[in-house]
């Protein structure tokens, strides 16, 4: 049977891979096992109204009532779904994917994105046919649902109101021409902060960056913080559930630095709380967790194992290097305005400036790479590689992750979308991350070469 879902739902190019006919049996096929409450949003991407009407045809026509959000962020979708107990919800989206990208998340009645399980439940329903449809009596009904509001609150209620209002911060934020234009100033300002914004039209072409935020494309962001003199910078991807910082300095920081002072302010307040995080994830956080006497508990690489993992543990914190965390006492999936609050009260709290809160973590250096191998051949290489190896000690959560005595690492991962197998390493200097990299590298070359009985 084929496959639909990648990591993060079903992506493609617009009217390429992913077309209205794809989205209405997909959507009549998810809405046939989510059950009869469904909430549907959209993001700001050129194709999203299109692929919205898809997916609302498809719903309706096996009997759905569905919700209608608009235009929002993937986490107020999943907040609406859960506040008003709904079945599940449908966002389309292509998240931080270039404008040619769409995409469809399915949405558990949890709020988070319905495990694989369910997934090949869908696919299954899609592959035969699609689902049987309702009688003209039975077709679904459709309801405008208004949840900003709500949200924003809901995200200002989870933090230390008095102290954070008290602190009079500015910040900037650059939405990227996203949709968290529509709740990140509002949010900022419930908080009490002068706002500063730019790229906060949503725009569905990306004109000013890619709506991927990295330390290499946010040099308006750093102006802006520099101009205004904001004590703090906020970058958002496309669906606004991921969050990169930026210092007063005008300095860009990976996610797994802000998720550290997330980590150390959290446990403060729950002591002894486990937090999970994936096994790629840098070891500061290891380091601050068990600083702080809580524990750690390493998932597989993804977003949605992690969230999986934490709402089948009652685990109150998650985050990745990418500037996803996930605090469950809001709920329990990415989301980038919660982790702005997050910041926000951490620097109230410490009164300190957040260059100086950001740099208590800044000690080690990770490199990545990518190196190519076919599909087929993964297993192969995995098991070779597992035969032969000599580390301090090695876990298996996802891939190969070997730890030396010295606090380096590597983790050696088949892709789960490229023919390739992904490489991340860790050092407290950077000639010690890449000389790890190299060192694997060459050997997967080397393995793919063998095995393929051919020059690489
Ligand atoms: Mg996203």
Redesign the pocket.
């Known amino acids: 049977m084929g496959r639909l879902f990648g990591t993060?739902g079903v992506r493609g190019v617009v009217n390429r891979d992913l077309t209205a006919e794809l989205v209405v049996k997909l959507a009549s096929s998810a809405g046939s096992i989510l059950g009869s409450r469904v909430a549907l949003g959209r993001d700001g991407r050129t194709s999203s109204p299109l692929f919205k009407e898809a997916a609302l045809s498809g719903l309706l026509s096996v009997g759905c009532e569905v919700f209608d959000l608009g235009i929002v962020p993937?986490p107020v979708l999943q907040y609406a779904t859960k506040y008003f107990n709904l079945d599940g919800g449908i966002m389309i989206?292509a998240?931080?994917n270039p404008p040619e990208f769409n995409g469809v998340k399915v949405i558990a009645g949890d709020g988070v994105e319905v495990p694989q399980t369910v997934e090949e439940r869908i696919e299954e329903v899609y592959f035969k046919g699609g689902p049987e449809l309702a009688p003209w009596y039975r077709v679904g009904s459709l309801h405008d649902l208004h949840v900003l509001e709500s949200y924003c609150r809901s995200v200002a209620s989870h933090t230390d109101l008095e102290t954070v209002r008290k602190a009079k911060m500015k910040v900037a934020l650059d939405p990227g021409n996203g949709v968290a234009a529509l709740v990140a100033p509002r949010i900022a300002q419930e908080l009490g902060c002068e706002v500063y914004t730019v790229n906060a039209d949503i725009d569905g072409t990306f004109p000013s960056r890619d709506s991927?935020p990295r330390p290499d494309n946010l040099n308006s962001l750093s102006t802006l913080v520099k101009a205004t003199g904001a004590d703090l910078g906020v970058a958002f991807?496309?669906?606004?559930?991921?969050a990169i910082f930026v210092d007063e300095l005008g300095r860009v920081y990976w996610g797994d630095i802000s998720f550290a002072l997330v980590v150390s302010e959290f446990l403060k307040k729950h002591h002894g709380e486990v937090v999970a995080t994936p096994v790629s994830s840098s070891k500061i956080i290891k380091d601050v967790v068990e600083d702080h006497g809580g524990s750690l508990l390493w998932t597989r690489v993804g977003s949605v194992a992690v969230s999986r993992t934490m709402v089948e543990k009652s685990i109150k914190l998650g985050g990745e290097e990418n500037g996803?965390v996930m605090y469950a006492l809001h709920q329990p999936v990415?989301d980038?305005s919660m982790t702005m609050a997050l910041i926000l009260e951490a620097m109230a709290k410490k009164e300190e400036p957040i260059s100086r809160l950001f740099g208590e973590f800044l000690k080690y250096k990770q490199s990545k790479v990518k190196v190519p191998c076919p599909d087929t051949l993964k297993p192969k290489v995995m098991e070779k590689l597992e035969s032969s190896l000599e580390a301090e000690s090695v876990e298996k959560i996802d891939g190969l992750k070997l730890w030396y005595r010295d606090d380096s690492w590597i983790l050696i991962r088949p892709s789960g979308t490229e023919p390739a197998i992904r490489l991340y390493a860790e050092a407290r200097d950077e000639a010690k991350s890449l000389k790890l990299i190299e060192e694997y590298k060459k050997i997967i070359e080397e393995t793919v070469t063998k095995l393929n009985g051919c020059a690489f």
């Open positions: 993060n993937t989206t998240s931080h991927e991807d496309g669906d606004a559930d991921r996803g990415r980038g």
